[in-house]
């Protein structure tokens, strides 16, 4: 059966244009966008707040429109505290990975906010969405994470804006995760943030600011045309 567009089909209309102040507004809420620890205040996110910021989330650009995405929503104590005995097993996994200063300076990191943070996001991608055959995804499968993980982004800054700081927790066996929050095989766990209001942030990145690495320069990641020769 060929396929018809319906009469209500979205036409093109003027493009909207933005101010200097909305453009920098955007520009600082990037700029000011920073991965959460011990700041987080004990009082729940507002539902009208959490419901725009999930809105963003679900806004995100996704490869033929198969918007992969899912967002469980932890409050649950008990829950909560699985969840962070898992990550405990797994940094104390990592910790032995580093040598020297290095692993003393990993130790006094502060990588997670699970239990002080009111609300836990894990953000999913059912790459069964779509079909067998989804358009923009038939020669790189990897495009409905890479679509997953732009509406983490988009929910991150709605949250800067909304003043709810966001920590994501990288530091899981993926297996544990899965068998605490009930996800089907087929899903792929993209993320684990951590949400809750704050009132004081870094004025840098920490990793930056206790000298773990440098932050690079723009300019050294730009490249015209290609890779840059040797």
């Known amino acids: 059966m060929p396929l018809t567009i319906p009469a209500e089909a979205a036409v093109p209309q003027p493009a909207r244009q933005f101010d200097d102040r909305e453009r920098q507004t955007l520009y600082d809420i990037i700029d000011a966008r920073r991965d959460v620890r011990n700041e987080f205040r004990p009082d729940p996110v507002d539902p009208a707040a959490l419901r725009r910021i999930l809105a963003a989330a679900h806004a995100a650009p996704s490869v033929g429109l198969m918007q992969p995405w899912d967002f469980l929503l932890i409050r649950d104590p008990d829950r909560r505290a699985e969840v962070h005995a898992a990550f405990l097993r797994a940094n104390a996994e990592a910790e032995e990975m580093f040598d020297g200063d290095r692993r003393a300076l990993y130790r006094s990191l502060k990588l997670e906010g699970i239990l002080t943070a009111p609300l836990n996001i894990c953000v999913t991608c059912d790459r069964s969405r779509g079909g067998k055959v989804v358009l923009g995804r038939t020669h790189n499968r ?20 909304e003043g709810v700081g966001i920590g994501w927790v990288s530091i899981f066996r993926p297996e544990d995760l899965r068998g605490l929050l009930g996800i089907p095989d087929h899903v792929e766990i993209v993320a684990y943030l951590c949400a809750g209001y ?14 773990w690495r440098k932050r690079l320069e723009l300019e050294s990641v730009i490249h015209e045309n290609g890779w840059p020769a040797l």
């Open 198 to 211: 704050v009132d004081d942030l870094y004025t840098k990145p920490e990793l930056e600011a206790r000298g």
């Open 142 to 161: 990897d495009m409905d994470l890479y679509s997953t993980v732009c509406a983490v982004q988009n929910l991150w800054l709605a949250a800067r804006a």
